[in-house]
C-alpha cells in the first residue's frame, strides 16, 4: 500500500511570513495526526482528526497554527505568522481507526523540514 | 498521566542482542504497548505491539510481563542499520499519542 504522503520535503521562510503544509494519508485510514518534531525530541501531538473533525487540538497554538482536514481525506496544517521556535519537522501520520483503547498503530510519512530564520 | 520511561541511550556492536526496557505506570487494563523505530531525516515507523506475554515478528520480539508495569524490546543481533531511536508508547487515549525522548541506540562495527 501507498505509504503517507507529505509535501514539501523542505521549507525556508524567514519569521514572519506564512508556510503551509499537505498531507495525504494511506487510503482508507479515518484517523489523521500533525506531530512537530524539534530536533533532538520526541514528536509532539499537535492536532488529531477523524474522518473531517477535529479529536483533541490541546496542543495546537492556536493564534498561529492552523489545520483542517476537508472532506476527511488530505489535510493542511498552516503557520501563520511563523516564528524562530517553529523550526522542527513537521510531520503527518494517520491510522486505520481511533479509538481510547484501540490497537491502530501510527503510519508516519517523512515529514517537511522546516526553518524559520 | 501515563507515562513511559527509557534509558536515553545504548550502545551495541553487530551481531549482538539489544534489549530495551521501558517502563509504564498507569497503564490501563486494556491498553496495548507500542514501539516505534526512527531514522534520521524519516518518520517513526512501527515495529510491533503487544498487550502481555511475548509477541514476535520478523523484526523483534516484545516481551511483557505479567504485572505490565514494563515491556521489553528484544532486538536479534543487531546490524548497523539498526542504529536509530527507539519510542516506547502506551497508555489511555490520548496518551497513546505521546511520544518521550526515546533510545537512541548505537550499533557499532
Known amino acids: 500500500e501507498a505509504g503517507v504522503a507529505q509535501s514539501p520535503r523542505y521549507k525556508i521562510i524567514e519569521k514572519r511570513q506564512s508556510v503551509a503544509f499537505w498531507c495525504n494519508p494511506i487510503?482508507?485510514?479515518?484517523?489523521l495526526y500533525w506531530y512537530q518534531q524539534i530536533l533532538g525530541q520526541g514528536p509532539k501531538l499537535l492536532i488529531q482528526?477523524?474522518?473531517?473533525?477535529?479529536?483533541?487540538d490541546s496542543q495546537l497554538p492556536k493564534d498561529r497554527f492552523s489545520a483542517e482536514r476537508l472532506k476527511g481525506v488530505d489535510s493542511t496544517l498552516k503557520i501563520q505568522p511563523a516564528k524562530l521556535e517553529d523550526s522542527a519537522v513537521y510531520l503527518c501520520?494517520?491510522?486505520?481507526?481511533?479509538?481510547?483503547?484501540?490497537?491502530?498503530?501510527?503510519?508516519f510519512g517523512n515529514g517537511t523540514r522546516l526553518t524559520v530564520t | 498521566l501515563a507515562k513511559t520511561t527509557q534509558p536515553i541511550s545504548m550502545d551495541s556492536y553487530e551481531g549482538q542482542e539489544v534489549n530495551i526496557t521501558c517502563s509504564h505506570n498507569?497503564?490501563?487494563?486494556?491498553?496495548?504497548i507500542t514501539w516505534y523505530q526512527q531514522f534520521p531525516s524519516q518518520g517513526p515507523r512501527f515495529i510491533i505491539q503487544?498487550?502481555?506475554t511475548k509477541v514476535t515478528n520478523e523484526v523483534a520480539s516484545l516481551f511483557i510481563p505479567a504485572d505490565r508495569k514494563s515491556s521489553t524490546l528484544s532486538l536479534p543481533r543487531v546490524s548497523l542499520s539498526d542504529t536509530a531511536v527507539y519510542y516506547c508508547?502506551?497508555?489511555?487515549?490520548?496518551?497513546?499519542?505521546?511520544f518521550g525522548t526515546g533510545t537512541r541506540l548505537l550499533v557499532s562495527p
Open positions: 498507569n497503564i490501563a487494563t486494556n491498553d496495548y
Open positions: 501520520a494517520s491510522s486505520y481507526t481511533y479509538e481510547d483503547r484501540g490497537n491502530s498503530p501510527l503510519h
Open positions: 482528526f477523524q474522518n473531517n473533525g477535529v479529536v483533541d
Open positions: 503487544g498487550y502481555k
Open positions: 487510503s482508507g485510514h479515518a484517523t
Open positions: 508508547l502506551g497508555g489511555t487515549g490520548f496518551q497513546k499519542l505521546v
